[in-house]
């Protein structure tokens, strides 16, 4: 029992660990006062208009997502399709990427899917999420090569780049990790009789099939212009989330609204991180993008604590009372189940 005990904690410390020292990194040389004085000057009115704005991207986001489930023959009411959603956010401020299973299995009870096959269209969405990040940063760096082009490659490429070179370097490591591989392929291969046997093979062929269903489902919809619609409306959505935070903050309000797409870019790329809803990594780079404008770190990390924590705050609000409405809804059925 002790052990289990630990091996939780070990489990949660490597879970946590990214996000504290990310958030070690954005907040070492922060002097509190400071941090809280920046905060207080900020316009309240553009925050809450940012707030609205970042509802308005939840609610397209469910809206969305009921577009793709449609050809699995069943249209989830929107209702359940966006508290999903939202316990989905809440349990990603908790466990990066686990919101993403979790809004499935949430779905999969209130509305009786399989959920292997919801799993399967969220895939769809985050590769097209994806492909929307990726357009907005080349969009971003054709705009403004001056100051975006510059900041992509020192910021990013280059450190990416030394880390592969020393990677590169350790070719011993890299022949382990080959061999290991087409071992572990050939393996496979030579037993696969054997291993379709076993129930834990069996369980996976069948998500497998389920997860395909979801990808083919996505493929399939009938509403691919309302899709596109709902996307470029969600992308709209953050973009003006970074325009109004800009304008709320005296020493950001001067730039533009062109500005606020890098900021948009860069927010998003700060999402994408594996920490715990964004925690440090976010803050880290917005405050070092904004550096390009010749605004202090200090500032920079006001920006982005306002711009995140807003989004947290209300990310908790609604993940909350969504979780209490399907609470109430599931009270007197079986506990929620993701398989």
């Not at 969220?122 to 929307?132: A, C, G, H, S």
């Not at 082009?149 to 020393?166: A, C, T």
């Not at 493929?219 to 709902?230: A, G, N, P, S, V």
């Amino acid at each position: 029992m002790q052990k289990k005990k630990v091996l939780n904690i070990l489990r949660y410390l490597v879970f946590f660990a990214p996000t504290v020292v990310l958030m070690y990194f954005a907040f070492r040389n922060i002097e509190p006062q400071k941090l809280w004085d920046g905060i207080k000057s900020a316009n309240l009115f553009w925050i809450v208009v940012a707030i609205a704005v970042s509802i308005l991207a939840y609610i397209f986001r469910a809206a969305r997502w009921q577009i793709i489930i449609e050809p699995l023959g069943h249209k989830p009411t929107f209702a359940n399709t966006y508290n999903a959603t939202m316990i989905g956010y809440l349990t990603n401020l908790a466990l990066p990427r686990v919101g993403e299973i979790t809004r499935c299995g949430v779905l999969a009870n209130t509305e009786k899917l399989p959920f292997d096959k919801l799993i399967g269209t969220v895939v769809v969405e985050r590769i097209f999420d994806l492909i929307i990040l990726l357009l907005a940063v080349l969009s971003a760096v054709l705009i403004r090569v001056d100051v975006f082009g510059n900041f992509l490659f020192e910021k990013v490429w280059q450190p990416v780049n030394n880390g592969l070179n020393s990677m590169l370097g350790h070719t011993t490591l890299l022949l382990i990790i080959l061999l290991s591989v087409i071992v572990a392929v050939v393996l496979i291969y030579f037993f696969r009789d054997k291993l379709k046997n076993i129930g834990a093979v069996k369980k996976v062929k069948s998500l497998g099939k389920g997860f395909a269903e979801g990808i083919k489902s996505g493929i399939r919809m009938k509403h691919r212009w309302m899709f596109l619609l709902y996307s470029l409306l969600i992308t709209l959505c953050y973009w003006m989330m970074s325009y109004t935070i800009m304008l709320a903050i005296p020493e950001t309000a001067g730039l533009t609204i062109i500005d606020a797409l890098f900021l948009y870019v860069l927010g998003g790329l700060g999402w994408v991180v594996p920490a715990q809803g964004g925690f440090g990594s976010f803050h880290l780079i917005v405050a070092m993008g904004l550096g390009l404008y010749g605004i202090a770190f200090e500032q920079g990390i006001v920006f982005a604590t306002i711009s995140h924590e807003s989004q947290v705050l209300f990310m908790l609000i609604l993940g909350f009372i969504s979780l209490a409405c399907v609470s109430y809804k599931l009270r007197k059925k079986k506990p929620i189940v993701f398989t």
